[in-house]
T-cell receptor
Framework: EAGVVQSPRYKIIEKKQPVAFWCNPI?????LYWYLQNLGQGPELLIR????????DSQLPKDRFSAERLKGVDSTLKIQPAELGDSAVYLC???????????FGEGSRLTVL | AQSVTQPDIHITVSEGASLELRCNYS??????LFWYVQSPGQGLQLLLK??????LVQGIKGFEAEFKRSQSSFNLRKPSVHWSDAAEYFC??????????FGTGTRLQVFP
C-alpha cells in the first residue's frame, strides 16, 4: 500500500515569492491534515479536511496561506508571499477517521532566503 | 488548554540499555494519548496509542507505554534499545476527534 506522498521534498525560494506543496493521501483516507513543523518543535496543525471540506483551519494564517482539496483526494498548500519565518517542514497526513492514527508523509522542507 | 510536555530534549543511551522517555499532559477529560517516532528524513510513524482500558499498552518495535492518571503521564519505555531506535520521539494528546497536540519531542541518540 502506498503511503502519503508529498512533493517537493525540498524547496528554496526568496522571500516574497510564492510556493506550493502537494499531497496525495493514502487511498480511501477521507481525512487529510497539513501540519507545520519548525526546527526543534513538534508538528502544529494548520488545517484539517474531511473529504473536500476544511473542518478546522483556525491555525492557518489566511493572509498568506491557502489550501484546497479538490474532489476530496489530493491537496495543495500555498504560501504567497513567503516570509523568512515560513522556513520549516510542511507535513501532510491522512487518516481513516480513527482518532490519532495519522499516517504522515516525509514532509516538504521549505527554506526562505 | 490541552498541552503536552516532554521534559527531555535529548537523551543518550548505550545500545542494549533500557529506555524511558517522559511525557506529561494537561487535559480535562480522559485523554487519547499517542507516541510517534520520526526517523531522520522520514515522516512520523505511530508507535502506540491509549484510548481506554488497560493502562499498559504495547506498541510496535518493542515499545510500551503506561498511562498514569494520577501523574498525568504517559511515559514510553523499551527494555533494550537498538541502534536503529535513534530518532525523534513525539508524545501527543488527542483533543476531541482527530486533532492531535504534539509535544516538542525528545531526540534519542544510541551509542554502540
Amino acid at each position: 500500500e502506498a503511503g502519503v506522498v508529498q512533493s517537493p521534498r525540498y524547496k528554496i525560494i526568496e522571500k516574497k515569492q510564492p510556493v506550493a506543496f502537494w499531497c496525495n493521501p493514502i487511498s480511501g483516507h477521507n481525512t487529510l491534515y497539513w501540519y507545520l513543523q519548525n526546527l526543534g518543535q513538534g508538528p502544529e496543525l494548520l488545517i484539517r479536511y474531511e473529504n473536500e471540506e476544511a473542518v478546522d483551519d483556525s491555525q492557518l494564517p489566511k493572509d498568506r496561506f491557502s489550501a484546497e482539496r479538490l474532489k476530496g483526494v489530493d491537496s495543495t498548500l500555498k504560501i504567497q508571499p513567503a516570509e523568512l519565518g515560513d522556513s520549516a517542514v510542511y507535513l501532510c497526513a491522512s487518516s481513516l477517521n480513527k482518532v490519532g492514527e495519522l499516517f504522515f508523509g516525509e514532509g516538504s522542507r521549505l527554506t526562505v532566503l | 488548554a490541552q498541552s503536552v510536555t516532554q521534559p527531555d530534549i535529548h537523551i543518550t543511551v548505550s545500545e542494549g540499555a533500557s529506555l524511558e522517555l517522559r511525557c506529561n499532559y494537561s487535559y480535562g477529560a480522559t485523554p487519547y494519548l499517542f507516541w510517534y517516532v520520526q526517523s531522520p528524513g522520514q515522516g512520523l510513524q505511530l508507535l502506540l496509542k491509549y484510548f481506554s482500558g488497560d493502562t499498559l499498552v504495547q506498541g510496535i518495535k518493542g515499545f510500551e507505554a503506561e498511562f498514569k492518571r494520577s501523574q498525568s503521564s504517559f511515559n514510553l519505555r523499551k527494555p533494550s534499545v537498538h541502534w536503529s531506535d535513534a530518532a525523534e520521539y513525539f508524545c501527543a494528546v488527542g483533543e476531541g476527534t482527530d486533532k492531535l497536540i504534539f509535544g516538542t519531542g525528545t531526540r534519542l541518540q544510541v551509542f554502540p
